[in-house]
T-cell receptor, first 113, second 113 residues
Framework: GDSVTQMEGPVTLSEEAFLTINCTYT??????LFWYVQYPGEGLQLLLK?????DKGSNKGFEATYRKETTSFHLEKGSVQVSDSAVYFC????????????FGEGTQLTVNP | NAGVMQNPRHLVRRRGQEARLRCSPM?????VYWYRQLPEEGLKFMVY????????ESGMPKERFSAEFPKEGPSILRIQQVVRGDSAAYFC???????????FGSGTQLSVL
């Protein structure tokens, strides 16, 4: 079946540090890939997405590139801020499941001033 | 355009009681998804509904759990005879038919004493 694996957390960084959160996937079809962010006490918000190989999703300084050859969708940001502290979820959906998402375990990011 | 509305935000039940969680999708959205987030885990798909129809309930526990999305009114996730293991955050999401983007509510935190 479909699955998403994220790097283990939690991740703690200082402000302005470089961020990478690894995400790999397995899917029976040709998936779309997503990163969602969950701020404390809130629901998930879509951060970025990519729908085909070599697409780069970007938003708020975050980027992720759809790598079909390595089945990966790593999240990166060049300079994190305290306000980026949240839980980040990698997810996929395949055509046969409609909008149903399969999520990774989530990675807690804490950015210290 | 209001977002996905879930209520209550927090729900406390004693073992053996019933829990009813409500979700009003975004205006114009006719597809609703329920996810459960257990402590320290990612979101797990439970059920996918359209108006008056259950499309995919493969993630629902076989007993005590049910969901509906009537022609009028919110979607309801119902848990009968709750047990402590049901304590979790329950998130609802909605979408239009052709879009893959899901909009999430802020969730209902269920605590079973």
């Amino acid at each position: 079946g479909d699955s998403v694996t994220q790097m283990e957390g939690p991740v703690t960084l200082s402000e302005e540090a470089f961020l990478t959160i690894n995400c790999t996937y397995t899917a029976t079809g040709y998936p779309s890939l997503f990163w969602y962010v969950q701020y404390p006490g809130e629901g998930l918000q879509l951060l970025l997405k990519a729908t085909k190989a070599d697409d780069k999703g970007s938003n708020k300084g975050f980027e992720a590139t759809y790598r079909k050859e390595t089945t990966s969708f790593h999240l990166e940001k060049g300079s994190v801020q305290v306000s980026d502290s949240a839980v980040y979820f990698c997810a996929l959906s395949v055509e046969t499941s409609g909008s149903r998402l399969t999520f990774g375990e989530g990675t807690q990011l804490t950015v210290n001033p | 355009n209001a977002g996905v509305m879930q209520n209550p935000r927090h729900l406390v039940r004693r073992r053996g009681q019933e829990a009813r969680l409500r979700c009003s999708p975004m205006k114009g959205h006719s597809h609703v998804y329920w996810y459960r987030q257990l402590p320290e885990e990612g979101l797990k798909f439970m059920v996918y509904l359209q108006k008056e129809n259950i499309i995919d309930e493969s993630g629902m526990p076989k007993e005590r759990f049910s969901a509906e999305f009537p022609k009028e009114g919110p979607s309801i996730l119902r848990i009968q005879q709750v047990v402590r293991g049901d304590s979790a955050a329950y998130f609802c999401a909605s979408s239009t038919y052709v879009e893959e983007k899901l909009f999430f509510g802020s969730g209902t935190q269920l605590s079973v004493l």
